[in-house]
């Protein structure tokens, strides 16, 4: 069983900055590509930024660019997402995601099988 642990959400002020941090745990797990997606009631699950481990390649939402960062320590399997310049539209339930699928473009909830419990971060204006 792989588990997929989310922290690093909480609440922040507008203008602030938070950094998550998602660590793959259980058996033996090497992931080809992790994930951050965000999700807010009503809405489906969109993709926030995605990593592949053996190009360091990274792929965000066209809204984030800029203004997120993903990153990870692949012997740790470990993905961080760092966010800055929050703002209150950013509020919303963040979840990991990791797949082994050698995925060409792993952009699509479709593309990953394993997702953490998610986390909350709530901006407030």
């Known amino acids: 069983q792989v588990y997929l642990v989310e922290s690093g959400g909480g609440l922040v002020q507008a203008g602030g900055s938070l950094r998550l941090s998602c660590a793959a745990s259980g058996r033996t797990f090497s992931s080809y590509a992790m994930a951050w997606f965000r999700q807010v009631p009503g809405k489906e699950r969109d993709l926030v930024a995605a990593?592949?481990?053996?190009?360091?390649?990274?792929w965000y939402a066209e809204s984030m660019k800029g203004q997120f960062t993903i990153s990870g320590d692949v012997p740790k399997n470990t993905v961080y997402l760092q966010m800055n310049s929050l703002k209150p539209e950013d509020t919303a339930v963040y979840y990991c995601?990791?797949?082994?699928?050698?995925?060409?473009?792993?952009?699509?909830?479709?593309?990953?099988?394993?997702w953490g419990q998610g986390t909350q971060v709530t901006v407030s204006s």
């Open positions: 995601a990791a797949t082994q699928r050698q995925v060409l473009v792993p952009t699509r909830r479709e593309n990953y099988d394993y």
């Open positions: 990593i592949t481990w053996n190009t360091g390649r990274t």
